[in-house]
């Protein structure tokens, strides 16, 4: 007996030891199997529903300058930035050839009238003369009547004859003068397009503010309807949205907006849509969209077209309501869930989900704003009645 009690003695420390590390194993290993969660509260906010769409600053309408003829710029004036009046002769086009085509088609016209004032003469004479050969045709007629000879005859088939020449000629005539007519008009037309040509050749500021020249320069050769310039001041800054085509049925004029622009970061501007283009156009990367001009706070920013940046479009809105973040629901055979924890043991609570917005959806039953909800049980493997720790 004191062998064995020598013998306990002596490998007391290490059964100590040996015991301590299995009460530990099994400790942690416990603690280990309890998952950690982190948990929020439902929350009444409004919840925001929006569409976002890329764009530019730009300017409104009738401060947009296109060109209104085809033809080579001879010269610019100005320089973008430079501040301008309304009024002022911005850039000119070669104006001898338009000069040239003017006067060629001003002497078409002129040429073209005088020959129809010649027509004028010659369809006077012309009616005289049937006047007459109607007058000689009828005398003989009468003469027939009372003697039925055949030289009276022949006589009067040789004045029906003349006269039926003179109508004919007179009909050949006026034929004539109403195609000279309607080159005269064509010619006057003519005429008029060439000298809007010769007008359009000067190009001025519709109005005071700072020039915003597209890529154009001496010698440019541009088209019709070709963007020239632009001019913009803050009260006519606008931000220019290419809006989706799939998402335009959603918009409205007055919707509130928030731009955001490249150049200023971290800076958000309140505006509104103003207008909404009545075409759809086709973008550079091959999607379609519906332009749409926003209205927006420019007191921050310098007047200058071209900023890129976005807009979130607010298109529908909820009146506060008990909201959770998305990631917090799960579905279950077409219901909804989240879990609820409750002394920190877990309750898998059915809701009903309501308006769906951008950062929050709407909770219409099933919580409370006392309830514990796991923020994000993605990727947690829970049970109903499980334990966590927060």
């Not at 609820?340 to 409370?368: A, H, M, P, T, W």
């Amino acid at each position: 007996m004191a062998k064995i009690k020598r013998k306990i003695n002596k490998h007391l420390p290490l059964i100590v030891l040996v015991v301590v590390a299995g009460i530990g194993f099994y400790w942690l290993r416990a603690r280990s199997g309890v998952p950690k969660v982190s948990v929020i509260n439902p929350q009444y906010r409004e919840i925001t529903k929006t569409i976002s769409a890329s764009g530019y600053t730009g300017v409104t309408d009738g401060f947009t300058v296109r060109a209104g003829i085809t033809g080579t710029i001879k010269k610019v004036n100005y320089k973008s930035g430079d501040k301008i009046k309304a009024g002022d002769v911005i850039l000119e086009f070669d104006l001898a050839p338009l000069k040239a085509n003017m006067d060629t088609s001003y002497a078409s016209y002129l040429s073209s009238r005088a020959e129809l004032e010649s027509y004028d003469q010659k369809i006077k004479a012309a009616q005289a003369s049937v006047s007459i050969r109607e007058r000689e045709r009828d005398e003989v007629w009468r003469k027939y009547m009372g003697d039925r000879s055949e030289s009276v005859k022949q006589e009067y088939k040789n004045t029906e004859a003349l006269y039926q020449t003179a109508l004919s000629n007179l009909k050949s005539l006026e034929d004539a003068k109403e195609a000279v007519e309607k080159a005269s008009i064509a010619g006057y037309s003519n005429y008029y397009s060439a000298l809007l040509n010769y007008q359009n050749g000067t190009v001025k500021a519709p109005a005071d503010g700072f020039l915003a020249l597209a890529n154009i320069y001496n010698g440019s050769y541009v088209s019709v309807g070709q963007e020239l310039f632009a001019v913009t001041g803050k009260e006519k800054l606008i931000f220019k949205a290419e809006i989706d085509e799939a998402d335009v049925s959603h918009v409205r004029v007055g919707m509130r907006t928030k731009v955001t622009l490249d150049s200023y970061p971290g800076e958000v501007f309140e505006g509104e849509i103003s207008s909404l283009d009545s075409k759809v156009i086709t973008l550079p990367n091959g999607s379609t969209a519906v332009m749409a001009d926003i209205s927006f706070d420019t007191s921050k920013i310098m007047p200058i077209v071209g900023f890129s940046g976005s807009a979130d479009i607010e298109i529908e809105k909820s009146e506060k309501v008990l909201s959770l973040p998305p990631e917090a629901f799960f579905e279950e055979f077409g219901k909804d869930y989240v879990y609820v924890i409750n002394q920190n043991i877990v309750d898998k609570r059915e809701v009903q989900k309501g308006f769906e917005g951008d950062e929050y959806i709407g909770v219409l039953s099933g919580l409370s704003e006392d309830d514990l909800v796991i923020e994000d049980p993605t990727g947690l493997t829970l049970k109903n009645g499980q334990k966590v720790k927060l």
